[in-house]
């Protein structure tokens, strides 16, 4: 599907090098109380530091109000304050509410946590700049030696980020001689920092993106069999394509979570207050009825865990999947399901998946999804966790370590799956 130049088809021996990184991790109080998306990057600055590079390195941090275009980026109330006065004065409140917003977002998602941590792990050998092309950054950057990296400031407290626009681009590659994603989780979005930037710069990928290209790409263009996939989460909505283009390679489809009970209302079934999307019912009808001419062998659920309302306690049992009555919802797979999914994972040649069983943060509900990753565990296939909540499964049931590969990207993995050119891939040049 890719074939793209990376980090070492290229000389970076004293150049400027731009590296597009995913440093959103999550914060609290300042502090980061999860340093993985940065040790996954660690590899691609490594390599470039030691190899001479000057590395300038940049990276969004949540979804800062400043990215938000005039007049939205105000919660509720402050809006209603702000229309509560006369017209004469509205703007100037708005425009002060807006500016506030900015200086707290500004302290909740600066990169400046990120810097310390880098620093770390790579010696000492990260400045941080406070602005991203400003006075600040182009200053320490015009100062960088080789072997050592600027990370400027979080990308999108610039408006221009997520516009793509060709000034903040341009502006980005004139830092640098060179361009590289290793941003893999915000590949599928065509921002400034993500693509725009390779317009202007030989482009290639760090080792995260190379990596997530050639497991992921290996698996749906030449897949060791049989090949199960299995999707979970909670509509079917979300993974219409993902669907449809796996019909054309699997052989066998695994189907729980939440969008099951589309397809059971599709076979006729009653799905009481279970989540359901009425629109896509026929949908699903013909999505099964695709699965059956191709001979692909389409498991959905047999029984299901169902609960009175949706909270952690309610009240539970478990039922037949053409049993569930008036006024109780699905929540996770039953025990004969489990059995059901383990019996297709057990000696795969290759296994995707992406999506819980049911609602796994619940202790009730989660023994459908623990029940597959064990199973995924257990096969000995070339296995694929697609990010999101199958990747935060398997990292709290301490199963990363058997797993072939766990996406560090939820979105751009389904659009990946999907069959999707990814414009933070296809901006970076062909080997």
């Given at each position: 599907?890719?074939?793209?130049?990376?980090?070492?088809?290229?000389?970076?021996?004293?150049?400027?090098?731009?590296?597009?990184?995913?440093?959103?991790?999550?914060?609290?109080?300042?502090?980061?109380?999860?340093?993985?998306?940065?040790?996954?990057?660690l590899?691609?600055s490594?390599?470039?530091?030691?190899?001479?590079?000057?590395?300038?390195?940049?990276?969004?941090?949540?979804?800062?109000?400043?990215?938000?275009?005039?007049?939205?980026?105000?919660?509720?109330?402050?809006?209603?304050?702000?229309?509560?006065?006369?017209?004469?004065?509205?703007?100037?409140?708005?425009?002060?509410?807006?500016?506030?917003?900015?200086?707290?977002?500004?302290k909740?998602?600066?990169?400046?946590?990120?810097?310390?941590?880098?620093?770390?792990?790579?010696?000492?050998?990260?400045?941080?700049?406070?602005?991203?092309?400003?006075?600040?950054?182009?200053?320490?950057?015009?100062?960088?030696?080789?072997?050592?990296?600027?990370?400027?400031?979080?990308?999108?407290?610039?408006?221009?980020?997520?516009?793509?626009?060709?000034?903040?681009?341009?502006?980005?590659?004139?830092?640098?001689?060179?361009?590289?994603?290793?941003?893999?989780?915000?590949?599928?979005?065509?921002?400034?920092?993500?693509?725009?930037?390779?317009?202007?710069?030989?482009?290639?990928?760090?080792?995260?993106?190379?990596?997530?290209?050639?497991?992921?790409?290996?698996?749906?263009?030449?897949?060791?069999?049989?090949?199960?996939?299995?999707?979970?989460?909670?509509?079917?909505?979300?993974?219409?394509?993902v669907?449809?283009?796996?019909?054309?390679?699997?052989?066998?489809?695994?189907?729980?979570?939440?969008?099951?009970?589309?397809?059971?209302?599709?076979?006729?079934?009653?799905?009481?207050?279970?989540?359901?999307?009425?629109?896509?019912?026929e949908?699903?009808?013909?999505?099964?009825?695709?699965?059956?001419?191709?001979?692909?062998?389409?498991?959905?659920?047999?029984?299901?865990?169902?609960?009175r309302?949706?909270?952690?306690?309610?009240?539970f049992?478990?039922?037949?999947?053409?049993?569930?009555?008036?006024g109780?919802?699905?929540?996770?797979?039953?025990?004969?399901?489990?059995?059901?999914?383990a019996?297709?994972?057990?000696?795969?040649?290759?296994?995707?998946?992406?999506?819980?069983?049911?609602?796994?943060?619940?202790?009730?509900?989660?023994?459908?999804?623990?029940?597959?990753?064990?199973?995924?565990?257990?096969?000995?296939?070339?296995?694929?966790?697609?990010?999101?909540?199958?990747?935060a499964?398997?990292?709290?049931?301490?199963?990363a370590?058997?797993?072939?590969?766990?996406?560090?990207?939820?979105?751009?993995?389904?659009?990946?799956?999907?069959?999707?050119?990814?414009?933070?891939?296809?901006?970076?040049?062909?080997?």
């Open positions: 599907m890719y074939n793209k130049k990376t980090i070492e088809d290229i000389e970076v021996s004293g150049k400027r090098v731009l590296v597009r990184c995913d440093f959103n991790v999550p914060l609290k109080d300042g502090v980061i109380t999860s340093d993985k998306r940065i040790v996954e990057a590899p691609t490594k390599y470039l530091l030691d190899n001479g590079a000057k590395v300038i390195l940049c990276s969004h941090m949540g979804k800062p109000h400043a990215i938000f275009t005039e007049g939205f980026g105000l919660d509720k109330k402050e809006k209603a304050k702000v229309e509560a006065l006369p017209a004469e004065e509205q703007a100037a409140a708005k425009a002060e509410l807006l500016e506030k917003a900015k200086k707290n977002d500004i909740k998602f600066t990169l400046a946590p990120v810097a310390a941590r880098l620093n770390e792990y790579l010696d000492g050998r990260v400045t941080f700049a406070s602005d991203i092309v400003g006075d600040d950054a182009k200053a320490k950057i015009a100062a960088l030696e080789a072997g050592h990296a600027v990370l400027i400031e979080n990308v999108r407290f610039d408006a221009r980020e997520t516009k793509n626009d060709p000034t903040m681009a341009k502006e980005l590659a004139d830092f640098a001689d060179i361009y590289v994603n290793d941003a893999f989780g915000s590949a599928h979005r065509a921002h400034a920092s993500t693509a725009g930037a390779a317009d202007y710069l030989p482009a290639v990928s760090g080792y995260l993106i190379n990596k997530e290209i050639t497991v992921m790409g290996g698996a749906l263009e030449d897949p060791k069999r049989p090949f199960v996939a299995i999707l979970g989460g909670a509509k079917v909505s979300d993974k219409i394509g669907i449809q283009n796996l019909i054309e390679k699997v052989d066998t489809l695994v189907i729980g979570g939440g969008m099951a009970y589309t397809f059971f209302r599709a076979l006729g079934y009653e799905v009481g207050t279970s989540i359901c999307e009425n629109d896509k019912v949908l699903a009808r013909e999505l099964m009825d695709k699965a059956k001419a191709k001979g692909v062998n389409f498991l959905l659920p047999v029984d299901n865990v169902i609960g309302e949706y909270d952690e306690n309610t009240e049992k478990t039922v037949s999947s053409d049993a569930i009555p008036d109780w919802m699905g929540l996770d797979i039953g025990a004969e399901t489990q059995k059901l999914f019996g297709a994972i057990i000696g795969a040649g290759t296994v995707v998946w992406n999506g819980p069983m049911g609602v796994s943060e619940w202790a009730n509900f989660a023994a459908g999804t623990t029940a597959v990753a064990q199973a995924v565990a257990d096969s000995g296939a070339v296995s694929i966790i697609g990010g999101g909540d199958s990747a499964a398997v990292e709290k049931l301490g199963y370590d058997k797993m072939t590969h766990i996406s560090t990207g939820g979105g751009a993995s389904l659009e990946f799956l999907e069959g999707k050119a990814l414009p933070g891939i296809a901006c970076l040049n062909n080997k």
